[in-house]
């Protein structure tokens, strides 16, 4: 079936560190949504991508779209501490339900 | 705050025991989702209920089952549980009965602890 493949599985960086994960599906995807959960919460939506090669910005978060649509990315420049958590990214199969990555741990070394 | 409720926040049970999580979705939503999340796991996909309705099934046990009420309340419910059911139990809503285009709304979760 399809799957939706998301690394690294941990990130360890420095306070002020740029943070990048990734996902890979086996198929074409219509969109991308990507989550965060922080420790103890639960995931929050942040952002949808539609189209072949979108780049969309959120203050230091970068998300893009794959030409293809069959990848994505999320880039966090300066990471601060508030950036801690998991981020998911998922992409819907054919029968339109969201296929999940395992997620890709944020942690701010001391 | 999402505006997703469930029912209770923490459960303490015995192996073998049944038990019921509640979810209300957001207002005007007429899907919802369950997932499991063990400790320091991903999301695994349970079940959806759209407007009443089983709308797609993930990897549910037999031991469990759910079902959404005509106020679109949902409940899961868990059955002969065993020490590995332990875990946090997420409901989500969204508008549209696919998922794939809106983006769904998470509750703060149940913590189920089986000992």
């Known amino acids: 079936g399809q799957q939706v493949m998301q690394i690294p599985q941990y990130q360890h960086v420095q306070e002020g560190e740029d943070f990048t994960t990734y996902c890979n599906s086996s198929?074409?995807?219509?969109?991308i949504q990507w989550y965060k959960q922080r420790p103890g919460g639960h995931p929050v939506f942040l952002i949808q991508?539609?189209?072949s090669g979108e780049v969309k910005k959120q203050k230091r978060l970068t998300f893009q779209f794959g030409e293809a649509k069959k990848n994505s990315s999320l880039h966090i420049t300066a990471t601060q501490t508030t950036d801690v958590g998991t981020y998911f990214c998922?992409?819907?199969?054919?029968?339109?339900?969201?296929?999940w990555g395992a997620g890709t741990k944020l942690i701010i070394k001391p | 705050d999402s505006g997703v409720t469930q029912t209770p926040k923490h459960l303490i049970t015995a192996t073998g025991q049944r038990v019921t999580l509640r979810c209300s979705p957001r207002?005007?939503?007429?899907?919802v989702y369950w997932y499991q999340q063990s400790l320091d796991q991903g999301l695994q996909f349970l079940i959806q209920?759209?407007?009443?309705?089983?709308?797609a099934k993930g990897n549910i046990l037999e031991r469990f089952s759910a079902q959404q009420f005509p106020d679109l309340h949902s409940e899961l419910n868990l059955s002969s549980l065993e020490l590995g059911d332990s875990a946090l139990y997420f409901c989500?809503?969204?508008?549209?009965?696919?998922?794939?285009?809106?983006?769904?709304?998470f509750g703060p979760g149940t913590r189920l602890t089986v000992t």
């Open positions: 991508l539609v189209k």
């Open positions: 998922a992409g819907p199969d054919s029968n339109y339900q969201l296929i």
């Open positions: 989500a809503s969204s508008l549209n009965p696919g998922g794939s285009s809106y983006e769904q709304y």
């Open positions: 198929t074409t995807l219509s969109n």
């Open positions: 209920y759209y407007n009443g309705e089983e709308r």
């Open positions: 207002s005007g939503d007429l899907s």
